[in-house]
């Protein structure tokens, strides 16, 4: 499937040297995302559940492509004045060459640059991540958040726990303080 370039793509160089396309995620790349779902999570998501996501007109979904082909995404939607980290997921022929950092870097950057535009304040992002997810862990603390919290079996499929995450100006600074329901 051939992906569409628009005008607000950015290109991301990972770490590794790779030269990667971001931009927002389309109908039109569901097959593929489907394709990464199903090598990403034990219970994947359906794609009803994407084609609802990617309907929200407020929430932001990404992509990025390699020469084309759809390597990884990020679902993100607000939630009362939150951002909710929904989904991210990398090709796991793919992993561990920056393409997940890279789609979080661009996600947050544009979280951030529509919060000024609108002046309003930097935005609050969390998520859940299984606490076996040691890789989501370390990319997510890596890129500023913090635990805030636990929701006990909160998997159906094993009934691990969720760890909350949240990133925010405070856990920027190592801090929990403006975390809703969080006294640190
Ligand atoms: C989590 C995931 C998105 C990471 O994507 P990725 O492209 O492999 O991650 P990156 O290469 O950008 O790694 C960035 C950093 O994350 C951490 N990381 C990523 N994979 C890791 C692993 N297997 N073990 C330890 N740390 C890891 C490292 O700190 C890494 O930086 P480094 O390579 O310089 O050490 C990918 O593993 C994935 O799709 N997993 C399945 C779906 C999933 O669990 N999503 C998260 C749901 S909450």
Same mark, same amino acid.
């Given at each position: 499937m051939t992906a569409r370039a628009r005008s607000d793509d950015r290109v991301a160089r990972t770490r590794s040297g790779l030269e990667l396309r971001v931009g927002?995620?389309?109908?039109? *790349?569901?097959?593929?995302?489907? @394709?990464?779902?199903?090598?990403? +999570?034990?219970?994947?998501w359906s794609l009803?559940?994407?084609?609802?996501?990617?309907?929200?007109?407020?929430? #932001?979904? #990404?992509? @990025?492509? $390699?020469? /084309?082909? #759809?390597?990884? +995404? *990020?679902?993100?939607?607000? +939630? /009362?004045?939150?951002?909710?980290l929904l989904n991210l997921a990398v090709d796991a022929n793919r992993r561990r060459s920056g393409i997940g950092a890279a789609l979080l870097v661009e996600l947050l950057r544009r979280l951030e640059e529509n919060a000024l535009l609108a002046s309003k304040p930097p935005p609050a992002v969390t998520l859940e991540v299984r606490?076996?997810?040691?890789?989501?862990? *370390?990319?997510?603390?890596?890129?500023?958040?913090?635990? @805030?919290?636990?929701?006990?079996?909160? +998997?159906? $499929?094993?009934?691990? $726990? @969720?760890?909350?995450?949240?990133r925010t100006p405070a856990t920027l600074r190592g801090r929990l303080d403006d975390v809703p329901g969080v006294s640190a």
């Open positions: 927002r995620l389309g109908e039109h *790349a569901l097959p593929e995302v489907a @394709a990464i779902e199903r090598g990403a +999570y034990p219970t994947p009803a559940m994407f084609t609802t996501e990617l309907s929200k007109p407020a929430a #932001l979904h #990404l992509g @990025a492509w $390699d020469s /084309d082909r #759809l390597v990884g +995404y *990020a679902i993100c939607s607000p +939630y /009362d004045g939150v951002w909710h606490r076996t997810n040691g890789a989501a862990q *370390a990319l997510y603390r890596r890129a500023g958040f913090l635990e @805030a919290g636990i929701r006990p079996r909160y +998997y159906p $499929d094993t009934g691990e $726990d @969720a760890l909350i995450l949240w």
